[in-house]
């Protein structure tokens, strides 16, 4: 019998780049919309979400995975290939992270469950959020696309006039989501100039 593939869970990580607010935005919507998420959050991510979104923020965020695993264990379940996942989604994703990804380097359990996503031909969403991009950023986004990642930078939109941060950091995660097949009620859609 074949598994409803909009019921396996997402596998979200968090590194320790700036934009944590998206990952707060991102689990807030997946939760509402009922979709189970697996948390993973590198010790410098927890850092800097601590400072961005503040110590309540970081716990919402924590509260809302169904399972949070620590970077260290490489026996947990998102290091197999056998374990079954709807999606992957690293945001935001360090440069250090896009590199080790790039070239197959498994340093703690992001990295490896990440290399298993490629391996098995699986969405996997990389949110870089760095400005300016070297060389060696851009040579690092090319191979790991090339190896059938999606580079999602964190780029927010400005035509649906948001308000504040919070409108700005909710409408990216809302079109993330949508980006893996899920469908968020009332999004703000372009609809063309009269």
Known sequence: MMKDKGREPILLAITGASGSIYSLKLIEILKDLGQEVHLIVSRTGEQVSRIEIKKDGFQT?????????????????????????????????????????????????????????????????????????????????????????????????????????????????GRLAEFIGLEVEGLKRWHGID
């Open 61 to 173: 965020l924590t509260r809302a995975a169904h399972t949070v695993y620590s970077p260290d264990n490489l026996a947990a379940a998102p290091a197999s290939g056998s374990s079954r996942w709807k999606a992957m989604i690293i945001i935001p994703c360090t440069m250090g992270t896009m590199a080790s990804i790039a070239h197959g380097f498994s340093q703690n359990l992001i990295h490896r469950a990440a290399d298993c996503f490629l391996k098995g031909r699986r969405p996997l969403i990389l949110v870089p959020r760095e400005t300016p991009l070297n060389r060696i950023h851009l040579q690092n986004m090319l191979l790991a696309e090339e190896a059938g990642a999606v580079i999602y930078p964190a780029m927010p939109s400005f035509y649906y006039q948001p308000g504040n941060i919070d409108e700005m950091a909710s409408f990216f995660a």
